[in-house]
Protein backbone atom coordinates (compact mmCIF):
# COMPACT_ATOMS: atom_id res chain seq x y z
CA UNK A 1 0.00 0.00 0.00
CA UNK A 2 2.28 2.24 0.96
CA UNK A 3 4.63 1.42 -2.66
CA UNK A 4 1.49 3.19 -3.98
CA UNK A 5 1.98 6.49 -2.71
CA UNK A 6 4.88 6.91 -4.29
CA UNK A 7 3.95 5.31 -8.10
CA UNK A 8 0.70 8.11 -7.94
CA UNK A 9 3.04 11.29 -6.88
CA UNK A 10 5.68 10.06 -10.18
CA UNK A 11 2.07 9.38 -12.53
CA UNK A 12 1.11 12.93 -11.62
CA UNK A 13 4.67 14.40 -11.85
CA UNK A 14 4.17 12.45 -15.44
CA UNK A 15 0.45 14.30 -16.00
CA UNK A 16 1.72 17.21 -14.91
CA UNK A 17 4.99 17.44 -17.55
CA UNK A 18 2.26 16.24 -20.38
CA UNK A 19 0.23 19.44 -19.66
CA UNK A 20 3.48 21.74 -19.50
CA UNK A 21 4.25 20.79 -22.63
CA UNK A 22 0.90 21.08 -24.44
CA UNK A 23 0.28 23.82 -23.09
CA UNK A 24 3.87 25.05 -24.61
CA UNK A 25 2.75 23.43 -27.94
CA UNK A 26 -0.69 25.58 -28.03
CA UNK A 27 1.23 28.91 -28.32
CA UNK A 28 -0.89 31.16 -25.93
CA UNK A 29 1.80 33.69 -24.61
CA UNK A 30 2.01 35.26 -21.50
CA UNK A 31 -0.54 33.49 -20.33
CA UNK A 32 1.42 30.16 -21.25
CA UNK A 33 4.58 31.07 -19.84
CA UNK A 34 2.45 31.35 -16.34
CA UNK A 35 0.68 28.21 -16.91
CA UNK A 36 4.40 26.27 -17.54
CA UNK A 37 5.95 28.24 -14.30
CA UNK A 38 3.28 27.47 -12.39
CA UNK A 39 3.45 23.88 -13.30
CA UNK A 40 6.78 23.54 -12.45
CA UNK A 41 6.37 25.03 -8.88
CA UNK A 42 3.86 22.03 -8.33
CA UNK A 43 6.01 20.13 -9.67
CA UNK A 44 9.14 20.57 -7.11
CA UNK A 45 6.35 21.20 -4.17
CA UNK A 46 5.61 17.26 -5.02
CA UNK A 47 8.69 15.94 -5.18
CA UNK A 48 9.70 18.27 -1.84
CA UNK A 49 6.73 17.08 0.30
CA UNK A 50 6.65 13.51 -0.70
CA UNK A 51 10.18 12.26 -1.88
CA UNK A 52 11.99 13.93 -0.22
CA UNK A 53 9.61 13.53 2.90
CA UNK A 54 9.20 17.44 4.04
CA UNK A 55 5.50 16.46 4.62
CA UNK A 56 6.24 14.12 7.25
CA UNK A 57 9.58 16.25 8.49
CA UNK A 58 9.14 17.10 12.72
CA UNK A 59 11.89 19.74 12.63
CA UNK A 60 10.28 23.31 12.45
CA UNK A 61 13.72 24.57 10.85
CA UNK A 62 13.93 22.25 8.41
CA UNK A 63 10.78 22.68 7.17
CA UNK A 64 11.30 26.67 6.76
CA UNK A 65 14.73 26.34 5.06
CA UNK A 66 12.93 25.98 1.12
CA UNK A 67 10.42 27.98 1.94
CA UNK A 68 13.59 30.59 2.76
CA UNK A 69 15.48 30.06 -0.01
CA UNK A 70 12.53 30.57 -1.82
CA UNK A 71 12.14 33.85 -0.12
CA UNK A 72 15.79 34.94 -0.70
CA UNK A 73 15.53 34.19 -4.15
CA UNK A 74 12.16 36.17 -4.34
CA UNK A 75 14.02 39.23 -2.80
CA UNK A 76 17.11 39.02 -5.38
CA UNK A 77 15.04 38.50 -8.41
CA UNK A 78 12.60 41.04 -7.21
CA UNK A 79 15.12 43.56 -6.65
CA UNK A 80 16.64 43.38 -9.64
CA UNK A 81 13.83 43.47 -11.66
CA UNK A 82 12.55 46.48 -9.63
CA UNK A 83 16.37 48.23 -11.25
CA UNK A 84 15.73 47.00 -14.80
CA UNK A 85 12.13 47.67 -15.59
CA UNK A 86 12.95 51.27 -14.38
CA UNK A 87 16.15 52.45 -16.11
CA UNK B 1 26.91 15.25 27.57
CA UNK B 2 26.53 12.30 25.03
CA UNK B 3 24.49 12.43 22.02
CA UNK B 4 22.01 10.24 21.05
CA UNK B 5 22.10 8.18 17.79
CA UNK B 6 18.19 10.45 17.06
CA UNK B 7 20.21 12.98 17.35
CA UNK B 8 23.06 12.08 15.48
CA UNK B 9 20.35 11.56 12.38
CA UNK B 10 19.13 14.83 12.41
CA UNK B 11 22.39 16.69 12.49
CA UNK B 12 23.12 14.80 9.18
CA UNK B 13 19.55 16.23 7.99
CA UNK B 14 20.07 19.66 9.15
CA UNK B 15 23.62 19.39 7.29
CA UNK B 16 22.58 18.27 4.25
CA UNK B 17 19.44 20.30 3.86
CA UNK B 18 21.71 23.64 4.66
CA UNK B 19 23.95 21.76 1.88
CA UNK B 20 21.50 21.79 -1.02
CA UNK B 21 20.14 25.43 0.24
CA UNK B 22 23.52 26.65 -1.19
CA UNK B 23 22.64 24.62 -4.24
CA UNK B 24 19.32 25.98 -4.66
CA UNK B 25 21.45 29.53 -4.69
CA UNK B 26 23.84 28.94 -7.22
CA UNK B 27 20.95 28.03 -9.61
CA UNK B 28 19.13 30.09 -8.45
CA UNK B 29 21.70 33.38 -8.97
CA UNK B 30 22.24 31.79 -12.65
CA UNK B 31 17.97 31.71 -13.01
CA UNK B 32 18.27 35.38 -12.58
CA UNK B 33 21.04 35.81 -14.89
CA UNK B 34 19.03 34.09 -17.81
CA UNK B 35 15.74 36.06 -16.44
CA UNK B 36 17.64 39.47 -16.59
CA UNK B 37 18.87 38.56 -20.34
CA UNK B 38 15.50 36.99 -21.60
CA UNK B 39 13.82 40.74 -20.43
CA UNK B 40 16.77 42.23 -22.43
CA UNK B 41 16.63 40.38 -25.64
CA UNK B 42 13.51 38.83 -25.69
CA UNK B 43 13.19 37.75 -29.28
CA UNK B 44 16.48 36.71 -29.85
CA UNK B 45 15.25 33.83 -27.16
CA UNK B 46 12.46 33.31 -28.70
CA UNK B 47 14.45 32.14 -31.55
CA UNK B 48 16.88 30.38 -29.95
CA UNK B 49 14.61 28.19 -27.87
CA UNK B 50 13.30 26.95 -31.33
CA UNK B 51 16.66 25.30 -31.68
CA UNK B 52 15.99 23.19 -29.12
CA UNK B 53 14.42 19.60 -29.40
CA UNK B 54 11.33 19.83 -27.20
CA UNK B 55 11.18 15.87 -27.75
CA UNK B 56 14.67 15.36 -26.01
CA UNK B 57 13.61 17.69 -23.37
CA UNK B 58 10.48 16.11 -22.42
CA UNK B 59 12.16 12.48 -22.81
CA UNK B 60 14.94 13.43 -20.59
CA UNK B 61 12.14 15.00 -18.09
CA UNK B 62 10.53 11.84 -17.73
CA UNK B 63 13.48 9.61 -17.52
CA UNK B 64 14.64 12.17 -14.14
CA UNK B 65 11.23 11.89 -12.74
CA UNK B 66 11.20 8.21 -12.84
CA UNK B 67 14.94 7.98 -11.52
CA UNK B 68 13.60 10.27 -8.33
CA UNK B 69 10.84 7.27 -7.69
CA UNK B 70 13.42 4.63 -7.79
CA UNK B 71 15.68 6.39 -5.58
CA UNK B 72 12.78 6.85 -3.13
CA UNK B 73 11.94 3.79 -3.60
CA UNK B 74 15.31 2.22 -2.64
CA UNK B 75 15.01 4.77 0.62
CA UNK B 76 11.72 2.71 1.52
CA UNK B 77 12.75 -0.03 1.01
CA UNK B 78 15.56 -0.36 3.35
CA UNK B 79 14.08 1.71 5.73
CA UNK B 80 10.50 1.00 5.90
CA UNK B 81 10.81 -2.56 4.36
CA UNK B 82 14.39 -3.92 5.34
CA UNK B 83 15.09 -5.44 2.49
CA UNK B 84 18.40 -4.44 1.31
CA UNK B 85 18.57 -6.24 -1.95
CA UNK B 86 15.70 -4.84 -3.48
CA UNK B 87 16.68 -1.62 -2.25
CA UNK B 88 20.24 -1.91 -4.16
CA UNK B 89 18.02 -2.92 -7.30
CA UNK B 90 15.90 0.49 -7.17
CA UNK B 91 19.76 2.22 -6.57
CA UNK B 92 20.89 0.29 -9.35
CA UNK B 93 18.35 1.47 -11.75
CA UNK B 94 18.67 5.45 -10.17
CA UNK B 95 22.22 4.80 -11.67
CA UNK B 96 20.75 3.52 -14.98
CA UNK B 97 18.51 6.66 -15.59
CA UNK B 98 21.07 8.94 -15.00
CA UNK B 99 23.19 7.32 -17.19
CA UNK B 100 20.31 7.12 -19.46
CA UNK B 101 19.77 11.18 -18.99
CA UNK B 102 23.81 11.87 -19.65
CA UNK B 103 23.28 9.73 -22.88
CA UNK B 104 20.20 11.85 -24.24
CA UNK B 105 22.07 14.88 -23.37
CA UNK B 106 25.23 13.99 -25.07
CA UNK B 107 23.31 13.20 -28.37
CA UNK B 108 21.64 16.81 -27.57
CA UNK B 109 24.98 18.60 -27.12
CA UNK B 110 26.20 16.70 -30.03
CA UNK B 111 23.29 18.40 -32.29
CA UNK B 112 23.96 21.54 -30.78
CA UNK B 113 27.50 21.02 -32.22
CA UNK B 114 27.05 20.42 -35.48
CA UNK B 115 25.15 23.28 -35.93
CA UNK B 116 27.86 25.33 -34.29
CA UNK B 117 25.82 26.44 -31.83
CA UNK B 118 28.36 26.50 -28.75
CA UNK B 119 30.10 29.51 -27.40
CA UNK B 120 32.91 30.61 -29.86
CA UNK B 121 31.83 29.37 -32.88
CA UNK B 122 32.24 31.11 -35.68
CA UNK B 123 28.03 30.49 -37.11
CA UNK B 124 27.03 31.27 -33.24
CA UNK B 125 29.04 34.29 -33.93
CA UNK B 126 26.95 35.80 -36.69
CA UNK B 127 24.11 35.25 -34.62
CA UNK B 128 22.21 38.23 -32.68
CA UNK B 129 23.57 39.17 -29.40
CA UNK B 130 20.87 37.88 -27.24
CA UNK B 131 21.15 34.30 -28.97
CA UNK B 132 24.72 33.90 -27.96
CA UNK B 133 23.63 35.11 -24.40
CA UNK B 134 21.31 32.55 -24.43
CA UNK B 135 23.59 29.72 -25.88
CA UNK B 136 25.86 30.33 -23.34
CA UNK B 137 23.38 29.65 -20.88
CA UNK B 138 21.67 26.97 -21.94
CA UNK B 139 25.69 25.22 -21.93
CA UNK B 140 26.33 26.74 -18.52
CA UNK B 141 23.21 25.99 -17.05
CA UNK B 142 22.69 22.35 -18.29
CA UNK B 143 26.32 21.50 -18.44
CA UNK B 144 26.43 22.46 -14.32
CA UNK B 145 23.12 20.35 -14.06
CA UNK B 146 24.72 17.42 -16.20
CA UNK B 147 27.74 17.92 -13.47
CA UNK B 148 25.45 17.09 -10.95
CA UNK B 149 24.22 14.20 -12.68
CA UNK B 150 27.01 12.34 -12.83
CA UNK B 151 28.10 13.70 -9.29
CA UNK B 152 24.64 11.92 -7.93
CA UNK B 153 25.63 8.51 -10.12
CA UNK B 154 28.77 8.62 -7.79
CA UNK B 155 27.26 9.34 -4.96
CA UNK B 156 24.57 6.20 -5.35
CA UNK B 157 27.20 3.96 -6.74
CA UNK B 158 28.87 4.26 -3.24
CA UNK B 159 25.72 3.59 -1.74
CA UNK B 160 24.99 0.79 -3.59
CA UNK B 161 28.16 -0.97 -2.60
CA UNK B 162 26.80 0.17 0.80
CA UNK B 163 23.83 -1.64 0.95
CA UNK B 164 25.39 -4.79 -0.25
CA UNK B 165 28.10 -4.78 2.10
CA UNK B 166 25.83 -3.98 4.91
CA UNK B 167 27.33 -0.63 5.31
CA UNK B 168 23.75 1.00 5.58
CA UNK B 169 21.30 -0.95 7.24
CA UNK B 170 17.74 -0.28 7.88
CA UNK B 171 19.28 1.21 11.41
CA UNK B 172 21.98 3.00 9.68
CA UNK B 173 20.10 4.69 7.14
CA UNK B 174 21.45 8.48 6.99
CA UNK B 175 23.68 8.47 4.61
CA UNK B 176 21.63 6.42 2.21
CA UNK B 177 18.88 9.13 2.80
CA UNK B 178 21.10 12.33 1.90
CA UNK B 179 22.11 10.71 -1.16
CA UNK B 180 18.11 10.59 -2.08
CA UNK B 181 17.73 14.11 -1.13
CA UNK B 182 20.55 15.40 -3.49
CA UNK B 183 19.47 13.27 -6.23
CA UNK B 184 15.77 14.79 -5.66
CA UNK B 185 17.30 18.52 -5.56
CA UNK B 186 18.50 17.37 -9.16
CA UNK B 187 15.87 16.34 -9.90
CA UNK B 188 14.06 19.80 -9.17
CA UNK B 189 16.61 21.69 -11.00
CA UNK B 190 15.78 20.01 -14.03
CA UNK B 191 12.17 20.71 -13.62
CA UNK B 192 12.57 24.35 -14.07
CA UNK B 193 15.57 24.51 -16.35
CA UNK B 194 13.28 22.10 -18.64
CA UNK B 195 10.43 24.85 -19.04
CA UNK B 196 12.86 27.85 -19.27
CA UNK B 197 15.12 26.16 -22.21
CA UNK B 198 12.29 23.93 -23.88
CA UNK B 199 9.06 25.03 -23.57
CA UNK B 200 8.93 28.98 -23.12
CA UNK B 201 9.18 30.91 -26.79
Known amino acids: MTYARYIYVWAALL?????????????????????????????????????????????????????IAIATLAIFIGLTYTDILTR | MELEARDHKVFSRVGMWLFLLSEILIFGGL????????????????????????????????ILLTSSLTAVLAIFSLQELNKPKHAALYLAATIGFGFAFLVVKAFEWAAKFQHGLYPRAAELGTRPHGEILYFGLYFT?????????????????????????????????????????????????????????????
Open chain 2, 31 to 62: FLVYAMYRAKHPADFHAASLELSRFDGTLNTA
Open chain 2, 141 to 201: MTGLHALHVIIGMVVLSVMLVWVLGKKATQKNSAALENAGLYWHLVDIIWIFLFPLFYLIS
Open chain 1, 15 to 67: VLTAITVTTAELNIGRAGIIVVLAIAAVKSTLVLLWFMHLRSESRLLLKLLVP
